[in-house]
């Protein structure tokens, strides 16, 4: 079969769960990106001659969640009779990476799997009991290389000049040494070996600043981040001009995706479709969080004169049934020295709204084991308990997989019903309206 024909092999497969053979794997990773060997559920597969061993991967879960930073983290629980998977030097130690993947047996025999993350290994936990050993280890995304967690805390104060290339910039991060904090060709040595996915949105697009029309994927300033800190506040400085998103994708390349396509979500296809009678479908639950929804978003900079720079986002949509004409404002206030211009800032605040909004209800369905779902993508549910059975689609905030080849998934999702049509209020526009002070 072609990849194609596999891939709808697989769809098939998993609409029918009582016939699916669900596997597991779990990748060792060389640090060129490499496979050295890898487990399932059941025996040991053999790479580049490692020797055999009776640990298998047996129990754990994986958390997936829509964030900037760290979105990815699981646990496992490898059988280890003979201690090959204890944490310790020459066994598994600092900095192993491994890659997990869920799948199926597809309908020729063969096996399909679908990436759900890299991680590194963190939090190792060993028990022993009479014909019995177990490791436990909690593990991390790569992100963990960046912020602190395992690596990334910077020595000496770091800038990013003025107008220097955005993405060029996290790639030279990326390809720092782990053992010298100098650029490095060795991809051995490299903090992240693993090509970035940068988005293409901001080509040709520019912000006025002082009269001059700048590239948006351009610094506008000199970004600076202090001794101590960490390249992954670097990244996220560098993110928030851009107004995007960044994070580990389930290949485990570092992807940056800008917020101001994000808002059309009724766009994105759906990824699969629940319905009371899908085999697939197991149910789901609906949970209020008035205390977390906002209306009202205000966002403050500075541009590079030193004069205030902002804008005000606010849900007047008479379709949305938390809009500030119903329930009055409830305002969220940022203020950032990254901020630096109104058009970044509008972009921003149209941003939060959006997320703020959606916060106030979420879904959480029950499923039948599926991999090739991914946040910040659709779902859908045909809602026969609902007059006249309307089709619901949701976005996708957090899932959790299990590892065993048996047991429920849970997809966290929010309904793009919710989002709501943006007010944008002007700088001029809001100042004039508070009589000329913030």
Request: charged share 20%; net charge negative.
């Amino acid at each position: 079969m072609t990849p194609a024909q596999r891939f709808q092999d697989y769809l098939r497969i998993i609409a029918n769960p009582d016939k699916m053979q669900v596997i597991t794997k779990i990748e060792f990773l060389n640090p060129d990106d490499t496979v050295a060997y890898a487990l399932d559920g059941t025996y040991k597969r053999r790479y580049g001659g490692y020797a055999d061993s009776r640990a298998f991967l047996q129990d754990g879960n994986i958390n997936i969640s829509l964030n900037n930073g760290q979105r990815r983290t699981a646990s496992v629980r490898f059988e280890n009779l003979d201690n090959a998977f204890d944490y310790a030097v020459n066994k598994l130690w600092f900095g192993q990476r491994v890659r997990l993947l869920k799948g199926v047996i597809l309908s020729d025999g063969s096996e399909f799997y679908l990436p759900q993350g890299v991680f590194y290994f963190n939090s190792p936990k060993t028990a022993w009991k009479p014909n019995a050993r177990t490791t436990d280890y909690q593990l991390v995304d790569k992100w963990a290389y960046l912020d602190g967690t395992l690596f990334g805390n910077l020595e000496n104060t770091y800038e990013v000049p003025s107008r220097t290339n955005i993405f060029e910039a996290i790639q030279g991060i990326l390809n720092l040494s782990k053992f010298t904090h100098t650029a490095t060709s060795n991809i051995e040595a490299m903090i992240d070996c693993v090509k970035p996915l940068f988005t293409d949105y901001y080509n040709n697009r520019y912000n006025t600043i002082n009269g001059e029309e700048v590239p948006m994927n351009l610094a506008p300033y000199t970004v600076t981040t202090a001794l101590g800190s960490t390249y992954g506040k670097v990244f996220l400085d560098l993110n928030s001009i851009l107004a995007g998103w960044i994070g580990y994708n389930a290949n485990g390349a570092l992807e940056v995706e800008p917020s101001q396509d994000d808002i059309n979500d009724a766009d994105k296809p759906v990824m699969w479709s629940f319905s009371e009678n899908s085999k697939t479908f197991l149910g789901l639950d609906e949970t209020a969080n008035p205390s977390q929804v906002y209306n009202d978003v205000i966002v403050w900079g500075e541009n590079l004169d030193g004069g205030v720079v902002g804008a005000r986002a606010t849900n007047h949509d008479p379709t949305s049934d938390t809009n500030a004409n119903l329930i009055g404002l409830k305002t969220y206030v940022e203020s950032s020295d990254i901020n630096y211009s109104n058009e970044q800032c509008q972009a921003l605040a149209n941003w939060y709204l959006k997320r703020k909004t959606v916060l106030q209800k979420s879904v959480t369905f029950s499923c039948t084991q599926m991999f090739h779902l991914r946040e910040n993508n659709l779902v859908s549910v045909l809602r026969s308990d609902k007059p006249n059975s309307p089709i619901e689609k949701h976005l996708i905030q957090s899932m959790t997989i299990p590892l065993k080849v048996s047991g429920a998934m849970s997809i966290t999702a929010t309904s793009i019903q919710d989002f709501p049509d943006v007010t944008e209020v002007s700088m001029d526009e809001f100042l004039n309206a508070q009589g000329g002070n913030q």
